[in-house]
């Protein structure tokens, strides 16, 4: 076991004027469950990675002190395992097997042993595949099932967990949780899980510490006391209070088709079946669909074949008026018709700070300069993102970061969009607002594909509903 500390601790990512967290007093015991909890950009993922020993002198400043077991956090890594969240960071072998080995024999485990911790941990996670199975061919929730893999194998004294079934499918989702809690009981280790959606880990956990902007401390103690003293203060900041009502914004009428996909197929190189088998659908005019169905169903391959950015095997994606389907149109003119969110937002940044992200777009589609500034005004404070408009984008939290890649597709006005997992990452306060903005631009006209695992998300916008299971299209589902 090891016990935790934070004595005045704050810190400034470099090239940011304001602190992600400051003046941060906090102690875990030994063999303690902690759930830290807060609205999106109040630090946790901060905390998290100083836990993990991971900010370094040049990326930002610190001040106080960081302590495991006494020790400064940076001397102690080599008892931590950590799972933030974007698990491809994480991986770096070729093979799954080889993946969770990779910790194993660098912490020097005995040779003997390794083969049967890695399979011990694959098989604990839920992962679908041997431990042959190329890590470039998983999708990211079978990723983040593998990085998880991965820290368990190394049995760690600290497990540091940050959104640790956000990517994944619900039945993945609870496979995890209980993989977690079988590990758990096994191990005296201390765990720290950073979790949005409040329900899904209170009995993994004993104690619950809620922060606000900053890293204020608003709340600290048992799950149930916290919930039943501050549920309604901790709702208001943003948090997923359980049992709070959520808005449903229904679509009026769809208007004419803006983009179809017809018996659209991609099969990758020496896969055993295609990632996406004939799946034929039509988009209309103020219409949300959402894709749905378990991880490694071919949600994610939909997204980008519909969206133009890969080239099918089979079939093709189109848009009224181009002669050409959606993947061989110039990127400008692409870019004028469809609009991409992608899985990983910091996939799509391109520029140094949140403004120019904003701006790219209707600049690339010839925007004139003052509607440009109008368009990027609005975007920043509709998604609260008006104090970071001089940050660098990959500096920002997930949370934060989701609102840019979604802000960033919307700038230039698209006339389709097409999400992939829209809402990860976002307080309750945020995901309102995604709802709400999503659902102003369906009902202004704009045809939008969303791939999601939220069902809460599906549920309040979606008018129509594409199952995947296999690659292949198993139902759709009218509302």
């Not at 003046?23 to 830290?36: C, Q």
């Not at 295609?274 to 959402?290: H, M, T, Y």
């Amino acid at each position: 076991m090891i016990a935790v500390e934070f004595r005045g601790f704050a810190w400034r990512h470099a090239g940011r004027r304001a602190r992600a967290v400051a003046g941060v007093d906090l102690r875990v015991e030994p063999g303690e469950r902690v759930l830290l909890l807060g609205p999106s950009g109040s630090g946790k993922s901060t905390l998290l990675a100083a836990l993990a020993g991971l900010l370094t002198g040049d990326s930002g400043e610190q001040d106080g002190e960081v302590l495991l077991d006494g020790k400064p956090a940076a001397e102690q890594r080599a008892r931590v395992g950590v799972l933030f969240q974007d698990p491809e960071t994480q991986l770096v072998m070729a093979r799954s097997g080889d993946d969770v080995a990779f910790g194993l024999e660098n912490q020097a485990a005995p040779p003997g042993e390794i083969h049967s911790r890695v399979l011990a941990a694959l098989e604990a996670v839920g992962f679908p595949y041997g431990p042959d199975r190329p890590t470039h061919a998983l999708s990211g929730g079978e990723q983040q099932r593998l990085a998880l893999a991965g820290v368990l194998a190394r049995r760690p004294d600290l497990i540091l967990l940050d959104e640790p079934t956000a990517n994944l499918d619900p039945e993945g989702a609870q496979e995890v949780r209980e993989a977690l809690r079988r590990s758990l009981a096994d191990s005296r280790a201390t765990m720290v899980v950073v979790e949005h959606r409040v329900a899904d880990v209170l009995d993994l956990v004993d104690r619950v510490i809620a922060l606000g902007p900053g890293g204020t401390l608003l709340a600290d103690g048992p799950a149930a006391a916290v919930l039943a003293a501050h549920g309604d203060a901790l709702a208001a900041q943003g948090v997923w209070v359980p049992g709070a009502p959520l808005p449903v914004r229904p679509a009026g009428p769809a208007g004419e088709v803006a983009l179809r996909g017809e018996h659209l197929s991609l099969a990758h190189p020496g896969a055993d079946r295609p990632a996406l088998d004939d799946v034929s659908f039509a988009l209309r005019r103020g219409e949300l669909v959402a894709v749905t169905g378990p991880n490694g169903s071919g949600k994610s391959t939909l997204a980008l074949l519909a969206g133009g950015l890969a080239k099918p095997t089979g079939g093709a994606a189109a848009v009224p008026g181009e002669a050409r389907p959606l993947h061989r149109l110039p990127a400008r003119r692409l870019a004028a018709r469809v609009g991409s969110v992608f899985q990983d937002p910091e996939h799509q940044f391109v520029t140094a700070t949140v403004r120019d992200e904003l701006a790219f777009g209707p600049r690339q589609a010839g925007w004139p300069a003052d509607r440009t500034a109008a368009r990027v005004a609005e975007l920043l404070e509709r998604l609260r993102l008006a104090p970071l408009a001089e940050a660098n984008p990959h500096t920002l939290s997930g949370g934060e970061a989701r609102r840019l890649s979604v802000a960033g597709a919307l700038a230039a006005a698209p006339e389709v969009l097409i999400l992939d997992e829209p809402t990860f990452g976002q307080d309750r306060r945020t995901w309102g607002e995604l709802v709400d903005l999503t659902a102003d631009i369906r009902d202004e006209g704009t045809a939008l594909l969303a791939v999601t695992h939220d069902r809460d998300f599906a549920a309040a916008l979606a008018g129509r509903e594409l199952v995947l299971r296999g690659g292949r299209l198993a139902e759709e589902e009218g509302r």
